[in-house]
């Protein structure tokens, strides 16, 4: 199966990594052609826009930053659609808007194009050990024939209705988990500057009711004081409000949503922006005087 993949970022690198380990035809592409090199070293074949891409693939995944993105990369000027062919499949596995990608679906199934949208959790950690969940809206038969190309980056994979679904459950998952986010900053903030050692609070949480994926991951971040991204305070923004957004479209309040806007707004302010959504937990530090770490 000839497969492409536009978007080689830090989780496209490895998503695609693992699709030419697996012994598929790959055609790449990217804003940035060094960022491919240790894909062509590999074996990848280099792509000068993405309907070359399109058109050397009979399945085209892209994993880009924002719905602007994807929309230039299919729209734009020798965007995918000029590369298209009926029987191709597009996989958008990026963070979308599910409208976008609606849409997308509606203009390429009138030329025999199925989308798939495909959105993924792990992170970076996950998509370098290719054990992504991976959640799939679209038609059934063809997340069937892809499903093999699936499984070199995630085996976990979901379908979960009609185009655009996926984007739906990636978007309620991380409005539940930047929610989880932000309330542990606050309650470690408040705990240690009350007087409780890091490490207790962190043994009590953990076995109680408060526990939460987010702050199963402080001895690797918050505790160390290691706010490197794997997932980023302004991707983190920019997915928050895409939750909200479809909250309006769909008349369902999200006021828990709003307020860890504001938070992530704010930790972005004081000029965190590329650092892990962890440090939402930073201007807290700042206002408490007292950072929530533990002694090596």
């Known amino acids: 199966m000839n497969t492409g993949f536009i978007g080689i970022g830090n989780m496209g690198k490895h998503m695609a990594g693992h699709i030419l380990d697996a012994g598929y035809n790959l055609a790449v592409n990217d804003l940035r052609k060094e960022a491919a090199v240790p894909l062509l ?28 993105s994807v929309e230039d990369v299919v729209y734009g000027r020798n965007g995918l659609r000029t590369g298209w062919k009926e029987g191709d499949i ?15 679906a509606r203009d390429a199934g009138a030329i025999g194009v199925a ?12 998509a370098e050990a290719g054990t992504l969940v991976i959640m799939v809206g679209g ?8 499903r093999g190309v699936l499984e070199t980056m995630g085996k976990k994979i979901f379908p979960v209705g009609d185009a655009g679904c ?4 990636k978007l309620a998952n991380n409005l539940i988990s930047l929610a989880c986010n932000s309330i542990s900053a606050e309650g470690f903030a408040l705990g240690i500057k009350a007087g409780i050692n ?15 994926w987010c702050l199963q991951q402080y001895h690797n971040t918050t505790f160390k004081g290691n706010f490197e991204p794997g997932f980023r305070v302004d991707l983190a923004y920019k997915d928050i409000g895409l939750a909200l957004d479809l909250g309006k479209e769909y008349g369902v309040p999200l006021p828990v949503g709003v307020t860890v806007q504001k938070d992530l707004q704010n930790t972005m302010m004081e000029g965190f922006s590329d650092k892990g959504v962890d440090a939402v937990i930073l201007p807290l530090e700042n206002v408490t005087g007292v950072p929530v770490r533990l002694d090596e």
């Open 198 to 212: 890091p490490q207790v609070l962190w043994d009590i949480i953990t076995v109680s009711t408060g526990n939460n």
């Open 41 to 68: 070293e590999k074996g990848a074949k280099w792509c000068d826009t993405p309907g070359e891409v399109a058109a050397a693939s009979r399945v085209v995944f892209t994993s880009l930053p924002t719905p602007a």
């Open 139 to 146: 038609d059934p038969d063809s997340l069937q024939k892809v």
């Open 115 to 126: 989308v798939l949208d495909a959105p993924v959790s792990g992170g970076t950690k996950g």
């Open 166 to 169: 996926g984007n739906v459950a």
């Open 90 to 104: 597009y996989i958008d596995m990026s963070t979308n808007s599910p409208s976008l990608i609606r849409r997308i």
